[in-house]
């Protein structure tokens, strides 16, 4: 990926899974990554694997050149 950064809106197992996958084969580093999550499992995931965790959907924009949107459809 580069340079860019990334975000994840959503961050349940899918989204953690897709992490992990990216940073064990080292596609991106924790400090070009940011979260934005509901639950505390999931703000809670996120500080254990040193990526960013934003507050606001606005704050998680502002960091990120790619969203990725981990979320469950409804």
């Known amino acids: 990926m580069g340079e860019k ?3 994840f809106a959503g961050f349940g197992a899918m989204g953690q899974t897709m992490l992990k996958g990216f940073l064990a084969h080292n596609t991106i580093t924790p ?5 934005l999550s509901r639950s505390a499992a999931g703000k809670d ?3 254990a694997l040193g990526v960013v965790v934003c507050e606001t959907s606005a704050e998680l924009a502002a ?7 981990a979320v469950k459809p409804k």
Not at 31 to 35: F, K
Request: proline fraction near 0%.
């Open 5 to 7: 950064k990334i975000a």
């Open 31 to 35: 400090d070009r990554v940011a979260v």
């Open 63 to 69: 960091f990120a050149d790619i969203i990725i949107l």
């Open 45 to 47: 995931a996120a500080g």
